[in-house]
């Protein structure tokens, strides 16, 4: 078992003692590195990027060349699972992911295959065991899946949405067929982050995209609770450690108190959630995570360097020395001059010095 030379990730998600505030950022292997976009291009498309174990350990490792971030995230998409359930995902240029099939009706859900994660997305499990292997200790690798609620809104609909017309008209006319979806999805979770972690994951991310779509009481009924089931079907340890889990639901902080019940050791928070007003919510019973503005990396230095330091004072704000990973409130955006993270995260490391000294 190869020894992890930087853990601080793992230990501010169980809230232990910190030398320096760990940062990582999501889709920080993405489009605004150049670097990736010739990888890309060897690929052929995006599909045959992340299904090629060489160029999905290549991009992941990219970014943490150009910047001393405390943890790699599995270079993949939330998408594999209903491709995987024979939904037939692909993607047009400029109009993201669509699917060539949907699924709307109760004979559509009864159809649904069982999932075999360890067969049915063998290429994911071999990526995490490549880029496990490649990191060499250096930082932890989290592993990822969608929630189940966000991954019905795109099986439902076909592909994005704003409106999420589909999705909402099942949840609201037929919602026992919504549950049966969401029922198989969620044991299609906890299958594929079982056997990311088997692969190699130490840490694992609920990506509950849409779950700010929702009204407060269905957030809870046909998002949250899913995840809850997820997370208490998940591996919780492995070599010796405890495996962290992290849900990330865009535009949920008004929620941080019921999500407390999932079980999950750390929540994301976006841009619109004061942090010590999160820390003030969670009370030491959980970790908190983000939520720079992914904007702001469009700024000038001293923009960036003012906006990172106020996020760490309000981290900070309390008292409290661990239980904070900096990151960004959503994905860094495929506009960002590669230059500016540098400043977002050696702004991070060298100012929460203040704090964990």
Request: charged content about 20%; some cysteine; overall charge negative.
């Amino acid at each position: 078992m190869t020894t992890l030379k930087n853990d601080r990730f793992l230990r501010a998600l169980l809230r232990e003692p910190v030398d320096t505030t760990p940062v990582w950022m999501m889709r920080q292997a993405g489009r605004y590195l150049p670097e990736y976009r010739e990888t890309r291009a060897q690929a052929g498309d995006f599909l045959s990027l992340c299904k090629n174990t060489e160029f999905a350990c290549e991009v992941t490792l990219q970014p943490l060349r150009r910047y001393e971030l405390d943890a790699a995230i599995l270079f993949s998409d939330i998408l594999t699972i209903p491709d995987a359930l024979g939904l037939g995902l692909y993607f047009e240029a400029g109009e993201g992911p669509k699917f060539h099939k949907t699924v709307r009706t109760e004979q559509d859900v009864a159809n649904l295959p069982k999932l075999n994660a360890k067969s049915d997305l063998a290429y994911v499990m071999n990526a995490v065991s490549a880029i496990r292997s490649a990191l060499g200790g250096q930082v932890p690798l989290i592993g990822f899946s969608g929630s189940p609620w966000t991954l019905a809104t795109y099986m439902v609909e076909g592909g994005s949405s704003k409106e999420f017309r589909f999705t909402k008209n099942m949840m609201y006319a037929q919602p026992e067929v919504l549950h049966a979806l969401l029922d198989h999805l969620a044991d299609s979770v906890i299958d594929y982050l079982n056997a990311q972690i088997d692969a190699g994951a130490q840490a694992i991310q609920i990506f509950d995209s849409w779950g700010g779509a929702l009204a407060h009481r269905e957030y809870v009924e046909f998002s949250l609770n899913y995840m809850t089931k997820i997370i208490a079907g998940l591996q919780r340890e492995k070599d010796g450690r405890r495996i962290p889990i992290i849900v990330f639901t865009k535009g949920g902080g008004q929620w941080l108190e019921a999500m407390l019940t999932t079980g999950a050791d750390a929540f994301g928070l976006d841009w619109t959630t004061p942090l010590y007003t999160a820390r003030d919510v969670v009370a030491g019973r959980a970790a908190l995570q983000g939520n720079l503005d992914p904007a702001t990396l469009y700024g000038s230095t001293a923009s960036i360097e003012k906006a990172v330091k106020a996020m760490l004072d309000d981290a900070y704000r309390n008292g409290e020395k661990t239980g904070y990973i900096a990151n960004l409130g959503h994905g860094i955006t495929q506009w960002v001059d590669p230059a500016q993270p540098k400043i977002f995260v050696d702004t991070v490391h060298e100012y929460s010095a203040k704090y964990l000294g």
